[in-house]
């Protein structure tokens, strides 16, 4: 994985540098670019006409932002957080898509995530996988690290606001079920009517553990059970979203059969089942957009131990979000969002009601590129172990850069 990205760094490296460089050489039978001359190189004039950079697309996508989080009480209890306020980069990836192989619908993509938590800054590889078109009819194959189902198709078609807050399914104060992209190898299925997503997984996710063996033998082989995921979607009036001004509605039925899932912060056999079926529907118009969906989770402990040795995500809720679209070109936005996910597991030794969160704001999309978000994120919980900290308001201010 190393190489992976150190690789497509050199090659954004050289293609940044083109215009300090004075002569470049292309192998025309193999598209490779060099820096010297060389038998069976030719010289180009301009790095952009040579057949390699055509070749590579690159791209990024960047969320800028500042919150002031208020902590408030419940019922009269403090709360034992502290408030915050800060400057956030939310997110910062930089992606490179290589059509290298001899099917032009065939390439090779790699992206970065760069992502900050109170001033860390955390580097991942998101996505890094191999994609080849019509290996079935109207079927494509992702390998690698891959995405999951449901993340990608709820942020283009149904929740529009990545940049201020993840899907119900992946929130921590929602159900915290599934994060968007995991190792393994998924099929996707694009008909008018219908579009699927199929695939295999270590379950964990890309930024998870996949395997722990503890120096007193618990734990032996926790974690390397599989994860079958599935997405199935019903595009009603035969239209495949991804557009705002269309219009469009979606049925989708979704979920996982995750075997041997690793729990975060056990001190014994540190796994569990893990188990989830949700449905959706989401109606969009130029002016507005509706959708909704429910989630219903298992997660049958397979070790010794208790429920407080590690956090069990079985539970059951649903999520509602609008919005509404103004100006000559739908340039301004309104929405408003709302989770309830109630718990099915005692949690240590605080007992443990509904989650709930609210979420409203406003949007300017400036252009194609920026888009401002000025929004309020309510967090309304019991105060116990596991969401310390969590209630109050969060006042937030966010620009989204595409490049």
Do not use: C
């Not at 050489?25 to 038998?39: E, H, R």
């Not at 590690?310 to 301004?332: C, I, L, M, P």
């Amino acid at each position: 994985m190393k190489k992976i990205v150190l690789s497509t760094l050199a090659v954004m490296s050289l293609v940044g540098s083109a215009s300090a460089s004075t002569q470049f050489y292309t192998n025309k039978a193999t598209g490779q670019v060099f820096t010297m001359p060389g038998k069976g190189r030719v010289a180009v004039n301009d790095i952009a006409s040579s057949s390699i950079t055509k070749k590579l697309k690159f791209g990024g996508e960047l969320y800028i932002g500042y919150v002031n989080h208020v902590n408030r009480s419940w019922h009269g209890q403090d709360e034992s957080g502290t408030n915050l306020s800060e400057f956030q980069i939310r997110r910062a990836y930089l992606q490179v898509k290589a059509y290298v192989l001899p099917n032009p619908k065939d390439y090779i993509r790699v992206t970065t995530d760069i992502s900050s938590s109170t001033g860390d800054k955390n580097f991942r590889v998101k996505y890094a996988y191999l994609y080849l078109a019509d290996i079935l009819p109207y079927t494509g194959v992702e390998i690698g690290q891959v995405h999951r189902p449901w993340h990608d198709y709820a942020e283009h078609n149904s929740w529009l606001f990545r940049s201020i807050s993840k899907t119900f399914l992946e929130a921590k104060n929602g159900s915290n079920l599934s994060n968007s992209a995991d190792l393994g190898v998924d099929f996707i299925t694009k008909t008018k009517y219908v579009t699927t997503q199929l695939g295999l997984y270590n379950g964990e996710g890309y930024h998870n553990a996949d395997v722990i063996k503890y120096s007193n033998g618990n734990g032996t082989g926790a974690g390397t059970g599989m994860s079958g995921e599935w997405r199935i979607t019903g595009h009603l009036l035969g239209v495949n979203g991804k557009d705002k001004k269309k219009t469009y509605l979606n049925v989708s039925y979704y979920g996982q059969y995750n075997t041997r899932n690793y729990r975060p912060g056990a001190s014994t056999t540190p796994y569990q089942n893990l188990v989830f079926n949700a449905v959706h529907a989401v109606f969009n118009t130029a002016p507005f957009l509706i959708a909704g969906g429910y989630i219903n989770s298992i997660a049958n402990f397979n070790g010794s131990g208790s429920v407080s040795n590690g956090q069990s995500k079985a539970g059951e809720g649903y999520s509602v979000n609008t919005e509404g679209r103004f100006g000559d070109n739908y340039q301004f936005d309104a929405f408003a969002r709302y989770d309830y996910w109630q718990p099915k597991t005692q949690i240590a030794s605080d007992s443990q009601t509904a989650r709930r969160t609210y979420i409203y704001g406003a949007a300017w999309h400036q252009n194609s590129k920026i888009t401002w978000y000025a929004n309020v994120i309510t967090n309304d919980d019991q105060r116990n172990s596991y969401l310390a900290n969590t209630n109050g308001n969060s006042y937030m201010l966010t620009a989204r850069i595409f490049f």
